[in-house]
């Protein structure tokens, strides 16, 4: 079992940066491909933003944020960040990390892991 908490969310205006966590707990992060995805207000389904492997590398991003957005893993502390630059209005979402067995799994938001999310509101 893996336990996943996002925090460092929070209400910034448009062109600021915000800085996300994930920290993992019960098992480590190694074998698995881990992963950023937002759900926007009134939507259902949950838009993959970025992605990163286990040994730190590989990172993919949704064209939406590439650029802006850059996922980082801290292997030794079992936690994962987002850091996320020039954001936008509709960037607004809550923001989930999960765990995946692998990145095909990921990118099509199939997960066995999720965190609870963390809400990112950034004003006009």
């Known amino acids: 079992q893996v336990q996943l908490e996002e925090s460092g969310g929070g209400l910034v205006q448009a062109g600021a940066s915000l800085r996300l966590s994930c920290a993992a707990s019960?098992?480590?992060?190694?074998?698995?491909?881990l992963g950023w995805f937002r759900q926007a207000p009134g939507k259902e389904e949950r838009e993959f933003v970025g992605?990163?492997?286990?040994?730190?590398?590989?990172?993919f991003y949704a064209d939406s944020v590439k650029g802006r957005f850059t996922a980082s893993l801290n292997s030794a502390k079992n936690t994962m960040f987002l850091q996320m630059n020039s954001l936008k209005p509709e960037d607004t979402a809550v923001y989930l990390c999960?765990?995946?067995?692998?990145?095909?799994?990921?990118?099509?938001?199939?997960?066995?892991?999720w965190g609870q999310g963390t809400q990112v509101t950034v004003s006009s």
């Open positions: 999960a765990a995946c067995q692998n990145l095909r799994s990921l990118l099509r938001g199939r997960c066995d892991y």
């Open positions: 019960g098992r480590t992060f190694s074998t698995y491909d």
């Open positions: 992605s990163i492997g286990w040994s730190g590398a590989n990172t």
